[in-house]
Structures are given as C-alpha cells and as structure tokens.
C-alpha cells in the first residue's frame, strides 16, 4: 500500500537555524499538509496546500514558515530562525482530491520527524 | 470554534474485555468525523470516518464507533481487545468547506486518548 515518507525521522538544531523537513506524499495525491504536535499536547494544523500554493494556514504558520513542492514529489516545510518552543513531532500528510467530496477524502499521515531545538 | 473533547487522557483494560472511547465535538454545523490510531513511533492511521449516511461506521482492526448528532458524539467501541491494540487513538473533526474553487480540509483534532491492554 503506497504512504507517506519523511525524512529524517529525527532532526536537532541549533536555535536560530533554518531546518528543512521533507516530505514525499502518495504519488498520485492533490492535496498536501503539516501538523505539528508538541509533546504532550494535540496535534495541530499548520498548512495546507493544493496545485501548488497554500490553500489554507493556521495563525502558527507565521513568517517562520514556508512549504514548497520543489519538484513532482517532494513537499517541504522550512522553518527559519528556530526557537525552542519548536520543537515537536511534525506530520505530513496527502490525500487524494479526485472526485467528489474534497473534504471527505482521507488524509494518510506519514511516521513523523521529531524535530529537537537546542 | 470548533473543538474536540476526548476526556480520559488513559483508558487501562484487560485483554479480551470492551472498551469504549469517548469523542464529543462542537459545531453548529455538519461535520465530518474521524478516529485515527497511533502506534509507539509510528505516524497516524486512519481507523474509520464518518460523513454522512448510516450512524454505527465500522472500521479496521474489529472498531466501530457511532455519530450521536444529538449528543455531539462519536464514541469509539470494540467488543473485544488484544494487546495489539494498545496504542494512542485520536478522535479529529473536518468542518467541510471550498475556498478558490478546492477544499480546505483542516482536521481538528482531540487530545487523544492511550489505550492501555494489559493481559
């Protein structure tokens, strides 16, 4: 069964540093996204994004934020100038978007990149 | 705003035994309703889902779960457990909308809840 793969499962930085998360969804998949779950807490959306821009963000997707679909199979959210409070467990998602019923189409998730901000 | 209330943090059961985990959500219009099932180290796997139609939605692994529209509710329920089923399950919420002609589909989730099997 095709899923979602991120890379790298785990990831420490630098406070101030850029980090580049990566992502490739299911191959034939429209729709793409990033949570994040802080430990301990929910998981929250950050980001979604279709035919090529962001079609939807949540008010913690600032300026720090930004996601790119550099080629036709990776999606990647970059975060500049970390700080501490961004480290969590971030998922990235897709779902199909064919036929009827965007909405309704089951997002699958991949394993998630724990990201640790020092 | 909506949100999602999954109130036991941790639910411990014996193997074999039922269990039912509890999901309420608020929203003042329709929804789509979902159970997602995190196991150590793994990302999320969707369970089952509601959208519309019949209330009792079977799932994967042996799970039900049924909309209670006037409750606000989507418990989740298996009549019988295995140890593998110990892992964090995750009630989460669409409110089903279009924006520049494709959908928004932002799931809201739950704080989840740990399933704990113990033999």
């Known amino acids: 069964e095709p899923e979602v793969t991120q890379t790298p499962s785990h990831q420490v930085t630098q406070m101030g540093q850029e980090v580049i998360l990566r992502c490739v969804p299911i191959s034939n998949h429209l729709y793409f996204y990033w949570y994040r779950q802080i430990l301990g807490q929910k998981v929250e959306f950050l980001v979604s994004f279709y035919n090529n821009e962001i079609s939807e963000k949540s008010e913690i997707f600032d300026d720090q934020f930004s996601v790119e679909r550099p080629d036709g199979s990776n999606f990647t959210l970059k975060i500049r100038s970390t700080k501490l409070e961004d480290s969590a467990m971030y998922f990235c998602?897709?779902?199909?978007?064919?036929?009827?019923?965007?909405?309704?189409?089951?997002?699958?998730f991949g394993d998630g990149t724990r990201l640790s901000i020092l | 705003a909506q949100s999602v209330t999954q109130l036991d943090s941790q639910v411990p059961v014996f193997e074999e035994a039922p269990v039912e985990l509890r999901c309420n959500y608020s929203s003042s219009v329709s929804v789509y309703l979902f159970w997602y099932v995190q196991y150590p180290n793994q990302g999320l796997q969707l369970l089952l889902k509601y959208l519309s139609g019949s209330t009792l939605v079977k799932g994967i692994n042996g799970f039900e779960a049924e909309f209670n529209k006037s409750q606000t509710s989507f418990h989740l329920r298996k009549p019988s457990v295995h140890i593998s089923d110990t892992a964090e399950y995750f009630c989460?919420?669409?409110?089903?909308?279009?924006?520049?002609?494709?959908?928004?589909?932002?799931?809201?989730f739950g704080t989840g809840t740990l399933l704990a099997v113990q033999p």
């Open positions: 998602a897709s779902s199909s978007g064919q036929g009827e019923g965007y909405s309704n189409q089951p997002q699958h």
């Open positions: 989460a919420v669409i409110h089903p909308s279009m924006n520049y002609g494709g959908a928004t589909n932002k799931l809201i």
